[in-house]
Every structure is written in C-alpha cells, then in structure tokens.
C-alpha cells in the first residue's frame, strides 16, 4: 500500500465514528462603516505603532513624498508596472533598477540596492496589514525582500477595515505578502524589537484621495 | 535527542515516532527544572509579558468570542472530512505545480526530504522554523546523512547554535534571558564584534549580520506551514523576521513539512484564523510577514516546490472521540504562556517537541499513552482552566487530560495487577465516599485527627509519599469535634 | 423555597461552620434547608485522578440522594463541587454508556447552585449588609478558585457580594486569577510545582497585610490555609459564607490559621 492510501485508509478508520460536521456560523464582524478618514487613521496609528514611517498625501503629492523618502538612498528598483509619475522627482543621479520576471535582478543585485518602491494591493486598517500581490505594480517578491529599505504606496480606495473585507478582494492563488510593520522578532524576552532580515525600514506613502 | 529513536520499531506503526514523548516522569524533570532559579525568573518574565499583551489585543475585539467559535467550528468540521479536504488540497497543489508527497511516520518524512534535497545537488538547506520538522528530527537526520541543516529563525538559531533543545513552540529559546543569548553570539559567531551587548536590537542585528550570506546563497529551503488551503491549494507560513520570507522566496527549491491536520476548507477561513493566530501568539494586532504560496509561480519565487504531507500519529489522535480536538491546535502557544505549571517549569519538563497543556495531551494522543513516560504528562496540570480560555480554538484542553488520566489508569490497571498507593487510596475514598452512611461512620473517628494534631492544632507530617507530599509544604487543621452531618443529626433536623 | 443543601464531602468532615453560615443565610431568608442524608461527595477527585469507574459510583450515590428528597433548588458552598454535579456527572455516566443515570444527573446538577449564584441570581441579593444582615469589620483579600471563575463562570459575583458586608474592608489580590496550585491530586502527584504555585498565592496574600484571605471553595481554602500556616504567616483563611453569615449579634471570629477548622 502507497504511503497516501495507508495515511488516507487509517484516518477513514479514525473517523469510523463519523463525527457531526458542524456548520461555520460567521456571525464575527464582515463588514464595517468607517469612513475615509477614520480608515486612514486607523492605518496610520497601527503603522506607527508597528514603527513605520507614515506619510498622508494627496496623490499629487506622491512623487515629492516618495523622492523625500528615497533622499538616503543611492540606488533603488521598482516593479515594471509601477507608475512612472510618482517617481518623478527622484533624483536622476539615484541608480534605478526595473524588475520584472522577465528580466529579473539577481539576488546579488539586489542585495547591492539601498531600496525598492512598490504600490499595493488591499490594506486593512484595523490590523495595520499592507498586502501585496505579486502583480506588475508590486513586483516580484525578492524585491520587496532583499533592499533594506521598503517604500510602499497604498491608495486610500484600497483600504478597508477588517480583514473579512480584504480577502474577496484579493486572488489568494497569487504569491502574497502580507506586510504588518517593519520586520522585527520577539524572540528575547518576547519584547518586541524591530529590524531582522526583511526591510527594516518601512515607509508607508498614504494618497488620501487615490 | 536521536536517543529517543531508540527501540521505536516495536511501537505499533500507527504511532507517532520521533521527538514525541516525555523521556522521564514529568514531577521528576520538573523539580529539576523547577530548581533552576535564572529559568524560572527568564520564564515567569516572558510568560507574563506576554500575557498582558494578549489580553490587550484580544480585548480590542468586539467579536472574539464569535472567532474563536468559528475557528473551533471550522478545525471540526475538517477533521470530521479529512480525507476529502486533503484530496483536494493535493489535486489543486498538483495543478499548480507542486508536488506532493506522503510520510506515515518520522522516517518516512526524514527520507522523503533527504532525497528531495540530494538531487538538487546541494549539501546544505535553509530552514523556517516549523514544529513537524522538530517533531520528527529532521534537522538530526540530515546531519547524519551529511546535509547542514542552518536554522533562521532567532529563537532556533539560539537554540542551535547553543547546543540546546527548545522549551516553547513560538519562542523555542523563551529560556534564555537577553545575557545568556549574548553569551551563546559571542562564543559561536566568529564574526560577531567582541564588543556586542544585551540590548536586544543589538543581538538581532547580529543574527542578521550572521544569516545575511547564508539567504542570499541558499539554493534549498525548508519549512513548515501554519495552514494548506483546499479550494486553492495554497501554504501559508506566519512569521515576524523575514526570515520566512527569505527561505520562502529565494531559494530555487522549496520542502515544506506540514502535518494533515494543518488544512482549511476555503481561502475564506483565513478571515478566521488571520484574526485569531497572530493576536493569541505573539500577542501582535499581526504578526509582521505573512507569506502565502500556491504550488510554482512563472519567475517568482522557486521553481522547484514540494510538500510532503505527515500523518506521524495524528491519525492515532484523530481516532480517540475524546482527544481529537487536540488535532485543531494551530500552535499558537497561548496555552503554555498562561499555564501556571509551563510558568514554573518550562518547556524541557514535558520532553516532547509540544510542551505546555497541549503538549501534554498532543504527545500522548500521538504516541501513547503507555510509550515512555507520557502516562504521567496528563497529569502535569492543576486543571485550573486558563489554557481553555485562553485557546483560539476552543480546546477544551482540562477535558482531555482528565481523559487521558482515565486512559493511563486503564493501561496501568492492564499492565500490573499489583495496586499503587493511589489506588489504594481512591479505592478507600470510593467506600467512603459512595454512601452518605458510610461516610458519616467514618467521620466517627475525627477527633482522632486531633489528637494527631496535637497541642498547635496542625497535622504537620502524614505518612506515606502522596498525603506525605502534602504535608511536605502544607500543614493541615485539626478536624472538627463533629462533622456537619452529625451536627444536623444531634439538632434534630430534617 | 425548600432548598436542599449538598454540604460537600470536605465542608461536612472539616469545615462543619461552613456548612451551619449556609444555612442560616438561607433560613435568615425564609427559607426552608433540608439535608439530604445519603449525600457524601461529588467524586471529582476520583474523576480527575481518571478513576472513573469509581467516581461513576460517587457520583451515583449523589444522583440518588438528590433524588430522594423534595426541593426546589440544591446549593453548595463550592463553585468546584458544583461544577462537577453539572459537567462531570453526566460525563461520566455516558462514558459508561448509562443513558438514564446521565440523564438523571443532568436533571439534578440542572437545580445545582454555588452559593452566591443561588443568591444573586436566584435570591436577588446584591446587597449583603442591607438584604442579609453581614457584618464582618475585618480586613480581607479574595481568592475566586479556578473552577467557579472559569467552569460556572461566577464572575464578580462572589467579590461583589463581599464588598457589601458591613464594616468589611476588602482589597485586592494581586495575581488573583492564578490557581493556587491545589488542583485535587495534582497536589500530591506534582507537590513540586504545586508548592511553588502556592508560596505565589500566600506571598501574594501577605502582600496584601489583609488578616485573612477569603474565598468560596473549601478545598482551595484548605490548600492556601496550609501553606500560610507552614510558612508561619499571620492571615488565614474563611469561606465566604461564613464571612456573609457573620452579624453584629453573631459574629464570625476572623480566625488565624490555627483555629480556622475547628470552631
Ligand atoms: S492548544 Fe490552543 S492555545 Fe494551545 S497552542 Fe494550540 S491553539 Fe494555541
């Protein structure tokens, strides 16, 4: 017998019982009232709280905003699909770096850029969760990974309160990266403290009116 | 810790085998345990840390309750169709271009990923940290097959680089204050500036300063994952480094462990668990990274994608009517943060990979409960609740150790015939205790009782190891003239 | 209301005034308390030691001695006791597969009450100087036992009706939602681990300066009262009953550890 169909005949044994199925009542909050503003401050303050930067813009805003951000940096990639007009005014003498999977940078290369800017997909406010999605606006996700610091753009249309009202947003079948704060670990002490192997910078460009 | 592979082969193959047992009786390792003073001040430190925050988050949540049902509801209703929700999960993982594999056991699991990871040439591997791969000693296997297996997470980093076992499920070096992590660095990371301090920012920078080659160059990987959607056939791993991230994007090739019973119906349940994982563990609204993954995506991430699916006596669990929701824990180890006994002993006490109250039932619903010296890890609990209330999944956790204490009485009671002192005394307490005139017979000789008490009015010293372990720290009154019952009786009442 | 009294197996043998401060609350109310005489015990130390043939039989005689009187509702000075007439009983029986003695159980433990559920939720006492005469002008902490907290889910109830005795001064416990460590057996199984849960509680307790520590669970009581006296300390121990019993006419005596069982 193949090691499934063993595994598979022991647990219809197991379950000889025939246990109820109970039926999922999702009686846990699924949809909410918040307005723009109060969705946009609620972001803002779980952002803070994770230790995130937080800008709130409007879009004409962007690209100084982003380019303030970028100001340390001397090099930086962005997804192909990323708009081109919020990286305007970033100075031409800063290297940038177009990533797609057609022609993805090395991990090498990578690894030798300051940061990456990339849009997002869905945001819940009540969480203070950014997700991305791995669509052209996003990129791949060893970009997102391996610079050291993260600049990542969430349109206010994009936020939404509670998590229930992010997934039907989303394709889960798409690699996702859902992005709380910058990285950090508990892992002494369980105090919290930020900054591991992911980005340990996050800055969070909110469009207010995007 | 390969020592506990010894003898396995006469277990009954059903059985969970590998890091999966309490290797001496727990009161015996827990006064050891409980004798380490830096131990105990580490744990009770980190355990109410962390405690206070989960409350914090939890109570921000208007509707947590109605989670934690859903969650409950939801992990019962997989398990009651288990057979049909992995079949999907494999059909849609496989369309998507994964691979699936299947392990009965710890040696299948450990063989399955050794070949896996011997034809991509490479001798080393990255590793997420990941319970079943602890479970069944992964890391110890592919040593001897001369595979370098390279933690990445801090707290397993800790642990391995310093020799030492894991004590929590989440926080595996919650043993270790700030100092003792300092001092492991220094001694086992030549790179580390000798300057180094405790502050634990500075630690962490070490750690990645330590593991930054290591991701760029690694061309396996190997994980676990918190949970496999059906409908979609996507993994998802929950973590707060990068480190996750790191194993789970660069790599070219991608071994993930995963026990059956981590399944959910539907993408959707995610809304469920997203909510209840991340706030019951690290007591965070959400953890930092969570990465989710659907078997091989066109140039992201890797391209080579494996998943072998571990029964490892799960099955066994799911086979007791009284124990198998042990199976819906989610590893989020609220349980052991508010035990009082994981408080004071920690982790190393219950042996197993899985300590804590669910620990306690997990291992020996796993392996057994005569395997070893599991038999005496139901007992490891007071059975004060807090694990009960505190779990996101509504395991009713004191339940299944009272079941499982019946379970050991049985298998002793079948093994020798020979009475314990416990038995004794529960066979004196049911006479005495099954009739209210037997018990007023006996109540008779209280004033006895006083005179054993003597002049202070306190039984000091009783013989005999358990009433004698009471009085070891306790003293007891001096019993009444009379009993309630005789009281009634002399005023004549009804 | 006619009100049929389980005393508890450790109230009846060791804590006699215990049981008498319930009655009289009761009989202050009006109401009528009888005393089924078959009663002993609950068997939850059987049961959760796993010996559950034995506690099957306990639980039995339980069953039948609460059968065999005419009441409106049945009270015990124990949230633990009570807890284990309402969700262990009928466990049992159907493990056993005895249908009609799980159904028979489920009946009883359905007019089961712990004391103060019987008295808030019942009897409408919220005020216990006003409704019940209490008078106790000591200084006490609170210990809400594990099992009426998390299995009946008591709440504030006991503490609440506490703070309404007359000339009481009760202050809080820090940590008080930690167990003592008795836990039935576990205390003799795990004396380690369960010493060191209760030196917690009894320094938590002297941190308090209260003369003694109150608390609706004998059992628990009887646990804390023995490690403050093997420590040496001043405060003791009363169950609350006694302390809600307690008037200006009749008072309760704030006992230390010493005399705490034998009045
Ligand atoms: S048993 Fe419950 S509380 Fe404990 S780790 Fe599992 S899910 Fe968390």
Known sequence: MSAREEIMSRIRTALSDAPAVPEVQRTYRRTSEMSREQLIEQLVDRLVDYKANVDVVPAADAAATIAARLSAATSYVVPAGLDEAWLAEVPAGTRRVVDSAEQPASVADLDAIDAVVTASAVSVSESGTIILDGSATQGRRAISLVPDQHVCVVPASTIVQLLPEALPRMDVTRPQTWISGPSATSDIELERVEGVHGPRILDVVILEDA | ?494 | ?263
């Open chain 2, 1 to 494: 810790m390969s020592s506990t592979f010894v003898g396995m082969p006469t277990l009954p193959s059903q059985r969970g085998h590998g890091n999966l047992h309490a290797e001496e009786p727990f009161p015996q390792a827990a006064t050891r345990e409980l004798g380490n003073t830096q131990l105990r001040a580490n744990l009770r430190h980190a355990t109410h840390t962390i405690r206070d925050k989960r409350l914090n988050v939890v109570g921000e949540l208007p509707d947590w309750e109605d989670l934690r049902q859903a969650g409950s509801d939801t992990k019962d209703a997989v398990m009651a169709d288990l057979p049909a929700k992995l079949e999907e999960f494999e059909a849609n993982f496989t369309a998507r271009g994964g691979v699936v594999h299947w392990a009965r056991d710890a040696e299948e699991a450990n063989r399955i990923v050794t070949d896996l990871v011997r034809e991509t040439g490479s001798e080393e591997v990255v590793k997420v940290k990941s319970m079943a791969t602890q479970e069944i000693g992964l890391n110890e296997h592919l040593e001897e097959q001369g595979i370098a297996a390279f933690e990445t997470d801090l707290a397993e980093l800790i642990v391995q680089l310093g020799d030492d076992k894991p004590s929590h499920i989440l926080v595996p070096a919650i043993h270790k204050n700030r100092t003792e992590v300092r001092d492991i660095f220094l001694q086992e990371m030549p790179e580390v500036d000798p300057a180094l301090t405790d502050n634990p920012a500075e630690l962490a920078m070490a750690a990645r300063a330590h593991l930054r080659k290591k991701f760029l160059g690694a061309k396996v990987a190997i994980s676990g994952a918190n949970f496999a959607l059906a409908d979609t056939g996507t993994l998802g791993v929950v973590e707060s480094e990068g480190n996750g991230r790191m194993c789970l994007t660069l790599p070219e090739t991608l071994i993930t462990v995963m026990g059956i019973e981590k399944v959910l119906p539907t993408a959707q349940d995610l809304e469920v668990f997203m909510q209840l994982l991340p706030r019951s563990s690290t007591g965070e609204r959400m953890n930092p990274y969570t990465s989710l993954w659907t078997g091989v995506t066109e140039g992201d991430g890797p391209q080579n994608v494996h998943i072998v699916l571990l029964d490892n006596g799960r099955t066994n669990a799911l086979a007791d009517k009284y124990g198998r929701t042990a199976l819906n824990c989610i590893r989020c180890s609220a349980c052991m943060n508010v035990c009082p006994v994981y408080e004071r002993t920690g982790g190393h006490a219950y042996g197993s990979t899985y300590p804590g109250p669910i620990g306690a039932i997990l291992s020996p619903l796993m392996t057994g409960i005569e395997a070893e010296d599991n038999g005496s890890l139901p007992y490891a609990s007071s059975l004060c609740g807090a694990c009960y209330d505190a779990c996101p999944v509504k395991i009713n956790i004191p339940d299944i150790l009272v079941h499982l204490r019946g379970e050991d009485v049985k298998a002793q009671h079948e093994a020798s015939r020979v009475p314990t002192e416990m038995d004794v005394l529960m066979k004196g307490a049911e006479i005495a205790l099954s009739s209210g005139k037997v018990l007023n017979l006996m109540e008779k000789a209280l004033p006895l009782g006083r005179l054993v008490a003597g002049r202070d009015k306190k039984i000091k010293k009783l013989p005999g190891k358990l009433a004698g372990a009471w009085t070891s720290s306790r003293d007891i009154p001096a019993p009444p003239a009379q009993s309630f019952r005789d009281w009634w009786k002399k005023e004549g009442r009804a």
């Open chain 3, 1 to 263: 209301m006619r009100i049929a009294l389980f005393a508890t197996c450790i109230v009846d043998a060791m804590y006699p005034s215990t049981a008498r401060a319930t009655v009289k609350i009761l009989e202050r109310l009006g109401h009528e308390v009888l005393f089924p005489a078959g009663q002993a015990c609950c068997g939850q130390m059987h049961t959760n030691s796993g010996y559950f043939d034995a506690a099957r039989k306990v639980a039995a005689n339980h069953v039948e001695a609460f059968e065999s009187v005419e009441y409106d509702v049945a009270v015990a000075p124990s949230g633990s006791c009570v807890a284990s007439v309402k969700h262990q009983h009928p466990m049992l029986a159907e493990r056993a597969g005895d249908a009609g003695l799980a159904e028979r159980a489920t009946a009883v433990g359905a007019k089961t009450y712990e004391l103060t559920q019987l008295l808030v939720d019942v009897l409408d006492i919220t005020d216990a100087a006003e409704q019940l005469g209490s008078w106790f002008p000591h200084t006490i902490t609170y210990h809400p036992s594990c099992h009426g907290m998390r299995l009946l889910r008591l709440g504030d109830r006991q503490l609440d009706l506490l703070k309404t005795v007359g000339g009481i001064d009760v202050v809080e416990l820090p940590e008080a939602d930690q167990c003592c460590g008795f836990g039935g057996t576990f205390s003799m199984k795990n004396s380690q681990v369960s010493t060191a849960m209760l030196e917690d509680k009894a320094e938590n307790i002297r941190s308090t300066g209260a003369g003694l520590c109150s608390g609706g669970d004998a059992s628990c009581l009887l646990h804390i009262g023995g490690g403050l006296s093997r420590a040496g300390a001043a405060a003791g121990t009363l169950h609350l009953a006694e302390i809600l019993a307690s008037t200006l006419e009749d008072p309760a005596e704030a006992p230390s550890t010493t005399t705490g069982a034998t009045r």
